[in-house]
């Protein structure tokens, strides 16, 4: 299959750990580019360990996440704790345009393969590094991970009930995030190496995406309205109604800032009386008494099944939506008529589906070319094809461990 | 010619239709990062629902503005130029397209089905430019389903597409609200497409569409509990704070009021580390039952309860200088007014919590620029522009109109 992409002339070698830079390469990858993917030697990437397995069966080449985050790549051993995998990183790098990365700062291993010496032999050489604190700020070398990252961006702190523990953002948005923030500064730092006709490092924080998408509800909503924001479980204050509500068979989404909305929503249950009450005269400052208002509707919707209030409020005009299971948005019609899951047949594996494309190109599609390569897959081309090394030279890495 | 400090987007044009959040925030992304932005607004006031105002401040566009408000100059169209326009008008659609003719990007955040409805689909868009580059973000794709032209907000998006499932306590099937962040996700995919996009117009000198479903966008982020779902049939709910295969992973209570921590260990050597620390106050940390990840997840309440009892002796920040001090992830659950005072977010002040302008509001702060370029970053340009402010400029000296027909236009309520 030809590759058609829109960013079929790039060469990207990715290096680091789990969700956030695979993640990356991805969004690359699938849009066309050549995505040389760097793991340890014998154990891979630890996407590849964690699963979900078929069957529940641990097996390096059917992780779950691994299958979905690796789709379009190859995959390289080479152990960069060694100086001799650092070396060969180096030489790699002088044959690509970009390097992306999430590898932890603070660590001295990770610290040598910084932009200055990935660069030693390439200076068009572009790198986007995905940081959970930040390159040069106080908490540098800080670990951290999607739940931690989540924590101290503040969103968190917003969501679950008053009473309770607060609730992170779960299987790690935060990484997804980063990788797609990654992917955007690694395009807009290729850009400005075009202008300046010299390579350049980009990165992004975590914590500082993740806070970027508080609007309202966090820093701004503290400066300006002196709005410390709390949980508010299964509601959002702000204005009146924002929460998940109780029907028949499961929980409805409902949420309008419209009058017109809210009214239509009041004719469909016969305009009853309490409509008038004063409490609903301003929503923007009803939530207060969201427990007493709640009692005079809720008994109407719990009388519904999902399937017969999506109906209703599509027809109605109302932007009040079902909460879907996993199995149910597989199957909706909706996304089947998108075309949107993708099925792959891989060599170890068999068949399955991914999620698919979260764009579509008019002329130059996302397209899986092929499924996640298997550990080292194309080891061969790499270091006898791209590093020119010969048979004897090959054996000593392995020797070594290095590869 | 491009200079070292322009931000990498400078000579591209981009007209912005956004309205409420994705779509405005697309637009400034570009904007920040050094790209023209034309913003077109209907001359009768507003370009759809603001939201800006009560309890959102800061989260939408503003349609109408005041630019003595602060909450103005922190939303989504800073630095951007307004051009008011009647698309509904013949001279309107004449004037749009001779502004199309000298764009490289269009993006809008409408229903599907409404550029078309104008006459200004993707076809109209490319028989007058061919390079131009449409991106549309509606909520559910611009194909014929079920779905399609669907009313809808962020967070009842997340609903239809299962992301709110599994958002919740692990005890219970009742999903939580978040923080509602559908719409920057969709812009951060769509800004990603364009730039992916250009690419490809300079290589090949074509523009195209690029049809963007939000929730099809944000849907990503649930790969694992869906690959699970193919691989094995299983449905996941809420999972509380858990996250397979890691243990410990929580929030635990510290000493101060609604003051919690927020740690993750994720391997073997990194819990002997914290087992350790944790040994001073926690004679149980060393049960066998914690020995191995297994047993760790096989008994993660009682876990969590070891581990509380070791926190709660401490402030957060104090625990986290502890466990960091180890390499532990670790950092405080912050709150909106912890973030204003958070070391770290202040140090990215050239972009995240930004700069104060002394023409608009000294003490204020401003959510700055997440893409750092080490030559060429982002900045904060200026403020929102009052619908309008910038029709002379783009008629006259852009698109090359007379005077005169500029005051007709006026006249006629086109601009």
């Known amino acids: 299959m030809d590759i058609n992409g829109p960013l079929k002339n790039l060469r990207v070698l990715e290096i680091g750990d789990f969700i956030s830079v695979a993640y990356a390469g991805k969004l690359l990858a699938d849009l066309g580019a050549e995505v040389i993917k760097i793991e340890k030697p014998v154990t891979g990437d630890s996407l590849r360990n964690h699963g979900p397995f078929p069957k529940d069966i641990p097996h390096i080449e059917k992780s779950g996440l691994h299958l979905f985050l690796n789709t379009n790549k190859k995959s390289v051993t080479l152990d960069l704790a060694t100086k001799g995998g650092q070396d060969l990183l180096i030489a790699a790098a002088a044959d690509v345009d970009l390097v992306i990365s999430n590898l932890a700062l603070g660590d001295t291993t990770n610290d040598s393969l910084n932009y200055e010496s990935l660069s030693k032999e390439n200076d068009m050489l572009v790198m986007s590094s995905i940081t959970i604190f930040g390159y040069d700020t106080p908490y540098r070398d800080w670990a951290g991970t999607a739940l931690t990252a989540t924590a101290a961006s503040g969103a968190s702190m917003k969501i679950g009930s008053p009473d309770k523990v607060p609730l992170w953002l779960p299987y790690c948005a935060a990484d997804f995030q980063g990788g797609i923030h990654g992917a955007i500064a690694a395009l807009l730092a290729l850009r400005k190496k075009r202008q300046l006709k010299q390579g350049l490092h980009a990165w992004i924080s975590v914590v500082e995406v993740m806070a970027s998408y508080l609007g309202g509800s966090g820093v701004p909503g503290f400066v300006f309205q002196g709005v410390l924001g709390s949980r508010d479980g299964t509601h959002r204050s702000g204005f009146y109604p924002w929460q998940v509500t109780p029907a028949s068979d499961g929980f409805v989404e409902v949420i309008t800032m419209v009058d017109e909305q809210w009214k239509r929503f009041i004719n469909l249950m016969d305009n009853p009386d309490w409509a008038n009450d004063p409490r609903l005269s301003d929503r923007w400052l009803s939530f207060e008494w969201h427990k007493e208002l709640d009692a005079f509707w809720h008994p109407w919707m719990k009388g519904k099944t999902r399937s017969e209030l999506f109906k209703l409020f599509s027809e109605n005009r109302i932007p009040f939506q079902p909460v879907n299971k996993v199995d149910e948005i597989v199957e909706s019609e909706h996304l089947a008529l998108r075309k949107f899951w993708h099925e792959i047949e891989h060599p170890v594996v068999g068949n399955y589906k991914i999620p698919g494309a979260p764009y579509l190109f008019s002329q130059t599609p996302w397209a899986v070319y092929r499924p996640a390569p298997q550990l080292g897959e194309h080891n061969d081309e790499f270091f006898e094809t791209r590093l020119g090394l010969n048979t004897s030279e090959r054996t000593d890495l392995i020797k070594q461990g290095i590869t | ?415």
């Open chain 2, 1 to 415: 010619m491009a200079t070292t400090t322009d931000g990498p987007l400078s000579g591209i044009r981009v007209i912005d239709h956004g309205h409420v959040w994705a779509g405005p925030l697309l637009g400034m992304s570009f904007k920040d990062m050094g790209a023209e932005v034309i913003k077109i607004q209907s001359p009768t006031g507003g370009s759809g629902v603001s939201m800006a105002g009560k309890g959102m401040a800061g989260t939408a566009t503003r349609d109408a503005v005041d630019v003595s408000d602060p909450m103005a100059y922190h939303a989504f169209d800073r630095g951007k130029k307004s051009l008011s326009l009647d698309l509904q008008s013949e001279d309107g659609k004449e004037i749009y397209k001779k502004l199309v003719a000298v764009s490289d990007v269009v993006v809008e955040n409408f229903s599907a089905r409404v550029m078309p409805s104008l006459g200004l689909g993707f076809d109209v868009l490319t028989r007058v430019n061919p390079k131009i580059i449409l991106a549309s973000l509606s909520a559910t794709g611009a194909t014929d389903g079920p779905w399609r032209d669907l009313v809808t907000y962020g967070p009842s998006l997340a609903a239809l597409y299962g992301i709110k499932s599994v958002l919740g306590y692990h005890d219970s099937d009742h999903p939580q609200e978040d923080q509602a962040d559908l719409d920057p996700t969709a812009a951060g995919h769509a800004f990603f497409a364009i730039l992916a996009a250009l690419e490809s117009r300079d290589a090949t000198g074509r523009g195209q569409h690029i049809d963007i479903a939000q929730g099809e966008a944000c849907i990503q982020r649930i790969a694992e509990p869906l690959m699970d779902y193919f691989l094995n049939g299983r449905v996941a709910g809420p999972q509380g704070n858990r996250y397979p295969a890691t243990a410990p992973h929580g929030h635990y209570k510290t000493s101060g009021l609604d003051e919690w921590i927020s740690i993750s260990v994720r391997n073997q050597d990194e819990w002997e580390a914290f087992r350790d620390l944790a040994l001073q106050n926690s004679k149980n940390i060393t049960n066998s039952k914690f020995k191995t990840l297994q047993s760790r997840l096989d008994n993660q309440n009682e876990l969590d309860q070891t581990i509380e009892s070791w926190t709660k002796n401490y402030t957060a920040m104090q625990l986290t200088k502890i466990l960091q001090k180890s390499k532990i992830p670790a950092y405080p659950v912050m709150g909106a007014l912890d973030l204003v005072n958070d070391e770290n977010l202040n140090s990215l002040h050239r972009t995240h919590i930004t700069v104060t302008d002394d023409n608009f509001s000294p003490d204020s702060l401003y959510r700055g620029v997440i893409w750092k370029l080490e030559k060429g970053q982002g900045e904060i340009t200026g403020p929102t522009p009052s619908t309008g402010a910038h029709n002379g400029e783009i008629l006259l000296d852009l698109l090359g109109y007379e005077e005169g027909e500029v005051l007709e236009f006026q006249r006629n309520g086109i601009i």
